[in-house]
């Protein structure tokens, strides 16, 4: 008996072409199953404030010297809220008046020194993004920042469900938040006029209620600084791109309608872009050009709301522009133009050589910034130098 030598036929491995589909069909899979996850609220709720995410872990808030800060400049203590919240915060002294106390400085003369500080000297009140906790390194370099080169308190808190604050985040919760830090201020003797609100990211949603709020109630303070802002929640779904080059909304924007059905969906509006013509002190938009989280478009479109009123009218353009005249089309253009040479009249440029370009709009008394910077990405444009002189020069501090 001879054995068969012949070698069998090699089996047909599947191609390239194969292998591609059965990625995309898995990809497509584990996007439809994270979009219809999104639309439960816990979950929803969960990635938008990400507020589980502790960081650093383990922080010690009575220790703020080991997040950065020098020894006995920082008071930790608690505020307590409309709704019987408790949230964590942090109070820092200006590195003036820090400098005028006996060094290493204790607690009790921390404590001693609020007071002081507070009608001395004006206040931030800064409000953070969303994840982590006020001990974070990039935000502990803001507090720096703000008290050495711009020498003003700061007083930083975790909102409700984040760092070591009671309850759960909420859209209606973070406002209660907001002003509990505010009237925290003022009761211990801050004025309004020394008071600047800055928000960064998630906390410019924050900062712009809590200026409409005291706005609508005739108060009077510094003014507001939105850093990396977005327009609302539902623009920023519209616009967002994983790491800067997914777009997470495109697959459904290919299925008719399906986009807005969507976002029906949401169960936060965060809508600064329809509230933020009510604040009534100055404005400054702050936001870097290469922010992959979140397009600096968003920061355009709450400049123009801004100015907007300041504008004269054009007519609103028909359904079927087709049915307009060309006596209706002449009228049209001709408004745009007289508006686009208004705005121009109102709005001075500023080169700031090899940083960014500022656009200053001043108007029945108010004064409103836009300043893109090249660089500074989405966390960090807040640490930039010329950042901080932005701030210091708009707000004369």
């Not at 109070?91 to 003036?96: E, G, H, R, T």
């Not at 300043?371 to 500074?376: C, E, P, V, Y």
Request: glycine letters at 6%; a negative charge.
């Amino acid at each position: 008996m001879t054995c068969n030598t012949e070698k069998s036929p090699n089996v047909v491995k599947p191609g390239l072409l194969a292998r591609a589909r059965t990625f995309f069909a898995v990809l497509g899979g584990v996007y439809v199953i994270v979009v219809l996850l999104l639309t439960v609220p816990f979950i929803q709720s969960n990635a938008v404030y990400m507020n589980a995410l502790k960081l650093p872990w383990n922080t010690n808030f009575d220790a703020p010297e080991k997040y950065g800060l020098a020894p006995g400049k920082t008071v930790n203590f608690k505020i307590d809220t409309a709704d019987n919240q408790t949230i964590g915060a942090w109070f820092i002294l200006s590195d003036d008046l820090y400098h005028s106390i006996p060094f290493p400085a204790s607690l009790s003369t921390v404590e001693q020194t609020l007071t002081e500080a507070l009608t001395s000297r004006p206040t931030i009140l800064f409000f953070h993004g969303n994840a982590a906790t006020r001990a974070l390194p990039v935000r502990v370099q803001q507090y720096s920042a703000f008290t050495s080169r711009l020498h003003t308190n700061v007083l930083a808190i975790d909102y409700r469900g984040f760092g070591d604050s009671q309850g759960s985040p909420s859209e209606s919760g973070l406002a209660i938040d907001a002003r509990a830090a505010w009237d925290w201020l003022v009761s211990n003797g801050a004025r309004p006029s020394d008071i600047l609100v800055v928000g960064h990211s998630l906390g410019t949603a924050v900062s712009s209620a809590l200026a409409v709020t005291l706005s609508e109630e005739a108060v009077r303070f510094k003014g507001l600084v939105l850093m990396s802002p977005f327009s609302s929640m539902h623009t920023l779904v519209d616009t967002y791109s994983i790491f800067g080059m997914f777009p997470v909304m495109l697959p459904l924007t290919m299925v008719p309608r399906a986009a807005e059905l969507y976002k029906t969906f949401l169960q936060h509006k965060f809508d600064t872009l329809t509230i933020i013509t009510k604040v009534k002190v100055p404005v400054l938009i702050v936001h870097a050009e290469n922010d992959c989280d979140i397009s600096h478009t968003h920061s355009d479109a709450i400049f123009d709301a801004l100015i907007e009123p300041y504008l004269p009218s054009v007519d609103a353009l028909p359904r079927e522009p087709s049915l307009w005249t060309k006596e209706q089309w002449s009228t049209y253009q001709t408004q745009m133009a007289t508006k686009k040479e208004v705005r121009e009249s109102l709005l001075s440029r500023t080169d700031l050589r090899n940083f960014g370009i500022m656009d200053t709009f001043v108007a029945s008394g108010e004064t409103i910034v836009l300043l893109k910077s090249f660089t500074g990405s989405h966390n960090e444009v807040g640490t930039l130098e010329g950042t901080q002189e932005v701030i210091r020069n708009v707000f004369s501090l």
